[in-house]
């Protein structure tokens, strides 16, 4: 049974139309079983008892009901709709004409039923169907206000004091109101329906809404990522030119003086700044003591006038060296130095002094004044740059160190070649000498030789002499003692 009740009350639910359509439906079905169960029948076998001739009107209402919920189930939707509520008013104030000439002696419980069926458009339409549901209500307004006008042609003499006093008023009274009421809350339960479906619809259009503003910061977040990224690649596009064309004049074969005026000129002129100097860190050799000197400077009013060498530890410039990092400063301090425009002399608002390092290394002092703070990727690309710069310096250096070397090589291995070329001619005159002197050494020898052979031959002739003396003597004494 209760599947059968569910059966009639879904018949023409099972189309695909749309939903505001199809919530009607069950609205429909259920007022047509509510006019045969709470009307119909009731009046009809009251009908039958007291005026058998008037049981065609009830009669006819359950007709059109049931007529109306097999429409439905065949897909008849609409038709039913307007069908149903224009009969039933038609029958129920027929009913009423032929017991009463004017709408003053009208029953009660049946024009209660009447006024009960002018709510049925409200219950079985859509606001979104004002068509039919004009047509329906302006048809109910002819119906209740108009139509009792001509009553007094359809009166046929019934008595209906029946329906009128005693307990068949108080239940046909009764069943117009329990129809009025199934009527009334009919149109709460839509409403409530309606309702629960906005609520519904508010709660997914929240939802939605949530998920749009989520999708809306995502694709925020989405799109201050993708600015971000687009400037980070703006950044190092930027960044590579740079570093691209500061290598560029690095390879350049220009005098170091001028190759350095170059490269601060390009670089100061590349970010966008005012002033730029470029200090290279010098180191005695013998004392190790270090100097940083300036080399080039951009833009300064006179070049004699800025201070040419600083010591390690030395003003901003010195204490950069000693720490090795950079030095940003917004709060230039006072008189340091100064920009000239054309507007006059004017304070710089960023100071940036860069110390630029190779291997931990630090071969030169970048210093940049500006009217503008420098942006970070400036700064970045300033402190990357000054690798490509100082290792150009050291290289200089190296290279600088490497020739002096080797001309310092050369001119000693001149001086060598010359000493030894003297030292061969002063062993050549040495050997010369030494041969003559051995030549006069032979010569001295050989009149030594000669001398000593005289000599001997000398002895020998006075040992001679000597005896012949000797024996002249011997004899002259010998004479002299005879």
């Known amino acids: 049974m209760a599947s059968l009740l569910t059966r009639i009350v879904d018949a023409g639910s099972q189309y695909d139309m ?19 169960f709470a009307l119909s029948i009731p009046f009809s076998g009251i009908s039958l008892i007291y005026f058998p001739m008037m049981a065609i009107f009830p009669s006819g209402a359950a007709v059109v009901c049931v007529l109306v919920i097999v429409s ?126 906005s609520s519904q619809l508010i709660t997914v ?34 960044a590579s030119e740079g570093i691209a064309q500061l290598s560029t004049l690095l390879r350049s074969n220009s005098d170091d003086t001028e190759l350095f ?19 290279i860190v010098e180191k005695e050799e013998r004392t190790h003591d270090i100097s940083i000197r300036l080399a080039a400077c951009y833009a300064y009013n006179r070049k004699k006038h800025i201070q040419q060498t600083f010591q390690a530890g030395q003003g901003l410039i010195g204490q950069t060296y000693l720490e090795g990092e950079y030095i940003y400063l917004t709060d230039i301090p006072e008189n340091y130095l100064t920009i000239t425009s054309g507007l ?66 050369q001119f000693q291995a001149e001086a060598l070649r010359a000493q030894e070329e003297e030292m061969r001619q002063n062993m050549e005159e040495l050997a010369s000498t030494q041969e003559e002197m051995n030549r006069q050494q032979m010569s001295y020898l050989q009149e030594i030789e000669r001398l000593s052979t005289l ?14 003396v000797e024996e002249l003597q011997k004899a002259l004494h010998i004479n002299t003692i005879r």
């Not at 439906?25 to 047509?32: G, H």
């Not at 000439?101 to 002018?118: G, H, N, R």
């Not at 000599?455 to 040992?463: G, P, S, W």
Request: charged share 25%; proline share 3%.
């Open 18 to 36: 749309p939903e505001y359509l199809r919530n009607r439906v069950r609205p429909t079905n259920i007022i047509c079983l509510l006019v045969i």
């Open 72 to 197: 439905n189930y065949y897909g008849g939707i609409y038709y039913s709709r307007v069908v149903l509520p224009v009969l039933l008013l038609v029958l129920s104030s027929l009913y009423n004409a032929y017991f009463c000439d004017s709408i003053a002696d009208s029953i009660s419980s049946v024009y209660l039923v009447e006024l009960s069926f002018t709510l049925i458009p409200f219950v079985i339409f859509d606001f979104k169907e004002r068509g039919f549901l004009i047509f329906c209500t302006l048809f109910s307004f002819f119906i209740i206000v108009v139509f009792p006008a001509a009553w007094d042609k359809f009166d046929m003499g019934y008595d209906g004091t029946v329906l009128r006093e005693g307990p068949l008023a108080v239940l046909t009274t009764l069943l117009a109101t329990v129809f009025q009421l199934g009527c009334i809350s009919g149109l709460a339960v839509i409403n409530r329906n309606s309702e629960e479906k």
């Open 205 to 238: 259009m929240n939802q939605k809404n949530e998920e749009v503003e989520r999708s809306r910061k995502d694709l925020e977040v989405n799109l201050v990522q993708l600015e971000k990224a687009r400037q980070e690649e703006n950044h190092r596009q930027w």
């Open 261 to 279: 005026d170059r490269i601060i000129a390009t670089l100061v002129k590349y970010i966008q700044a005012n002033q730029g100097g470029l200090y």
């Open 344 to 409: 006059g002399d004017s304070s710089p608002r960023a100071l940036l002094i860069v110390p630029l390092k190779v291997n931990e290394s630090t071969e030169a002092i970048l210093e940049l004044a500006s009217f503008k703070k420098f942006e970070k990727h400036e700064i970045e690309f300033i402190v990357k740059l000054g690798e490509s710069i100082a290792s150009f310096i050291q290289s200089n250096r190296i290279s600088q160190r490497t020739k002096q070397l080797l001309e310092d090589s």
């Open 455 to 468: 000599y001997a031959t000398a002895q020998e002739e006075i040992h001679t002499k000597n005896k012949e």
